[in-house]
């Protein structure tokens, strides 16, 4: 079982082996949905993307990348996307590098970390988002305790159910460490 302390050097998280590998894979799986950054390519394009600004960004189909990167002005289409086309690149950024962290400081199966203030933040962001990620696809509500309490064991969505529980837990003994 998991456990995250404050110490003297930082934030100690200790993770199972089973743990860190469902940590790494999400983690994976998080990346592979958010892409790789734009390539470079000649044109506008290319000089926008050096600035940050999306040549043609749009709100996703994928329900997961739209809850990952909601529209910023829901009743005003031409406000979102104008808003999206200068965020939403550096959003991704973000979302890709605080995933990156959590990645890079899982090097031993069983794991014993210890993590700075900056890499705790960055744990908690990548774990929000997978939270989201997992959340969207399992269509997560109030009540969704209640509906986990009565899948059956066999049902496909099971161990996503309790991949979520574990998330949940871990991010709010991060949380409660930090604050």
């Known amino acids: 079982m998991s456990d995250v302390r404050k110490t003297r050097h930082g934030v100690r998280v200790r993770l199972e082996a089973e743990e860190t590998a469902l940590v790494r894979a999400l983690m994976e799986q998080l990346l592979a949905l958010l892409g790789d950054r734009p390539g470079a390519d000649d044109g506008l394009a290319d000089e926008l993307a050096s600035l940050g600004i999306a040549e043609d960004a749009t709100k996703p189909d994928d329900p997961v990348l739209a809850r ?92 996503m159910f309790a991949a979520y529980d574990w998330l949940t837990m871990l991010q709010e003994s991060l949380v409660r460490v930090l604050w």
């Open 68 to 159: 990952l990167f909601p529209d910023a002005y829901r009743d005003d289409g031409e406000a979102a996307g104008e808003f999206r086309r200068y965020t939403e690149m550096g959003l991704r950024d973000g979302k890709r590098e605080a995933a990156t962290t959590v990645l890079g400081s899982l090097r031993e199966p069983r794991a014993d970390i210890v993590l700075d203030q900056e890499q705790a933040q960055a744990w908690l962001r990548a774990l929000n988002d997978v939270r989201l990620a997992l959340g969207t696809r399992l269509d997560i509500r109030e009540e969704w305790y209640d509906e986990a309490s009565r899948l059956d064991p066999r049902d496909p969505r099971t161990p």
